[in-house]
Structures are given as C-alpha cells and as structure tokens.
T-cell receptor, first 111, second 108 residues
Framework: DAGVTQSPTHLIKTRGQQVTLRCSPKSGHDTVSWYQQALGQGPQFIFQYYEEEERQRGNFPDRFSGHQFPNYSSELNVNALLLGDSALYLC??????????FGPGTRLTVL | DAKTTQPNSMESNEEEPVHLPCNHSTISGTDYIHWYRQLPSQGPEYVIHGLTSNVNNRMASLAIAEDRKSSTLILHRATLRDAAVYYCIAAGYSTLTFGKGTMLLVSP
C-alpha cells in the first residue's frame, strides 16, 4: 500500500500566479482533507472533500479551491498567490470519519 | 473544536517512559481526544484517540481524566525515533485543529 502520495514535492511560484497541488489517497479511503502548515506552526485545516463535494471548510479565502475526482484523488488550487501562501501543504485521507493519514506534503515557495 | 494547551517542549532519555500532558478544559461531550505526531520533514502521523476511557495501542497509551478536561499521552519506552512534535486535539472526527504541540526531545 503506497499510502497517501502528493505531487509535486516542491514548487516555486511568483506572486499573482496560480498553483495546483495533487493528492492520491490511501487505498480504500474516500475522504480527503487539505491543510496548510506555515513554518513553526501546526497544520491549519483548509477544507475536506467527500463524495466529490466540499464537506467542510476552514477559515481560508476563496482563492483556495479544490476538487475531488471519482477515484477519490484530489486537487488543491490556489489563485493569485501571495507571499504568505508559502507553506507546506498537507493532504490527509481517511475512511469517512476515521483517523486521518497524512502525506509528506508539498513545499510551496512564493517569491 | 476545543482549545488545547500543551507544554512547548519536553525532554526524555532513551528507554524511559514519557508522559505528555494536555489540557482541554472546554471540551464538549462529543469531542474525541486525538493525538498525532510529526517527525521532522514528514506529515503528521496518527498516534491514538479516545473519548472517555483510557486507550492502549502498539504505539502508546492515552489516559483521560475522569472530567475529560485533561489527558496524558504515555510512551512507555522512548526511543530516538520518538523525537517529534506531538499534537493533542480535542475535536469531532471530521476536522482537526492543530495547535503548536509539544516538541519531544529524546537523548541517548
């Protein structure tokens, strides 16, 4: 079992650009959550997808959007990048309300 | 999600037990107590969770106070691989609100 995988591992963008991050959940999991982790902080919840719908959302602006595909994989899109969006973006999968399994994250740097 | 309070850091020696405390005085009756840990350069890893009763698994034990306002994660024999940031979260299952956690340092 490959566990949760994320791509790319690192990414460098400039302010104003758009970025798409990808996540493949652990086999058998149907729920994907996305988190943003700034340096020295704990992860902050962005949103959660279940059955291709956004089920819950944290306190993030509309520039952050997502999608879940029929195979349960997911994308996180961020538009109009700001310097403050530089962070580690973590994807976690679960079987609905069970414990979450995290991927290694994508390190995004905005210049 | 209820606010949790944890010490910023703790130190332990290898092979010794470690007790990591967490206060969650505003926990609701339906909130679970979850513990995750994050090793350097990795995503968080599930450790254990519980609702009211003490819980044991292969990684750790969770002792929950009778009033549920505090809990303690117990690592029975710390190893160097247990050095990580440990997060205590009081929440339902759907979303997790992470604080800054406790950085556990383990010395040989």
């Amino acid at each position: 079992d490959a566990g949760v995988t994320q791509s790319p591992t690192h990414l460098i963008k400039t302010r104003g650009q758009q970025v798409t991050l990808r996540c493949s959940p652990k086999s058998g999991h149907d729920t994907v959550s996305w988190y943003q982790q700034a340096l020295g902080q704990g992860p902050q919840f962005i949103f959660q997808y279940y059955e291709e719908e956004e089920r819950q959302r944290g306190n993030f602006p509309d520039r952050f959007s997502g999608h879940q595909f029929p195979n349960y994989s997911s994308e996180l899109n961020v538009n109009a990048l700001l310097l403050g969006d530089s962070a580690l973006y973590l994807c976690a999968s679960s079987l609905e309300y069970d414990e979450q399994f995290f991927g290694p994250g994508t390190r995004l740097t905005v210049l | 999600d209820a606010k949790t309070t944890q010490p910023n850091s703790m130190e332990s020696n290898e092979e010794e037990p470690v007790h990591l405390p967490c206060n969650h005085s505003t926990i609701s009756g339906t909130d679970y107590i979850h513990w995750y840990r994050q090793l350097p350069s990795q995503g968080p890893e599930y450790v254990i969770h519980g609702l009211t009763s003490n819980v044991n698994n292969r990684m750790a034990s969770l002792a929950i106070a009778e009033d549920r306002k505090s809990s303690t994660l117990i690592l029975h024999r710390a190893t160097l691989r247990d050095a990580a940031v440990y997060y205590c979260i009081a929440a339902g299952y759907s979303t997790l609100t992470f604080g800054k956690g406790t950085m556990l340092l383990v010395s040989p």
